[in-house]
Nanobody, 125 residues
Framework: QVQLVESGGGLVQAGGSLRLSCAAS????????MGWFRQAPGKEREFVAT????????YYADSVKGRFTISRDSAANTVYLQMNSLKQEDTAVYYCATKSVGSLRVTHVSVYSNWGQGTRVTVSS
């Protein structure tokens, strides 16, 4: 079982930046895929970005491509989401998640077995 703890959320003005962190504990295999998802009020949880635990491949939702960067530090067992040029529509609770097998391009929430508690990001005008 993998435990995930997110941090780094907060209030930021539109155009600003935030970096989210996801600290992972437990047994993480090299085949794992780590992902960031978000859920805005009244909306379903949606995919943001994924990265292989090896760190060699990443994948982004079109809505964040070019603005967000996912990365991981295997020595620290931490995955990051650098968010730049934030927009009001990025306001959501951001969740870290992991799955043990499968492609990082398979992004439906149902295939991710471990989730963090979420960290709130609010982007003001």
């Amino acid at each position: 079982q993998v435990q995930l703890v997110e941090s780094g959320g907060g209030l930021v003005q539109a155009g600003g930046s935030l970096r989210l962190s996801c600290a992972a504990s437990g047994r993480i295999r090299s085949t794992y895929v780590m992902g960031w998802f978000r859920q805005a009020p009244g909306k379903e949880r949606e995919f943001v970005a994924t990265i292989t635990w090896k760190g060699d491949t990443s994948y982004y939702a079109d809505s964040v491509k070019g603005r967000f960067t996912i990365s991981r530090d295997s020595a620290a067992n931490t995955v990051y989401l650098q968010m730049n040029s934030l927009k009001q529509e990025d306001t959501a609770v951001y969740y870290c998640a992991t799955k043990s097998v499968g492609s990082l391009r398979v992004t439906h929430v149902s295939v991710y077995s471990n989730w963090g508690q979420g960290t709130r990001v609010t982007v003001s005008s």
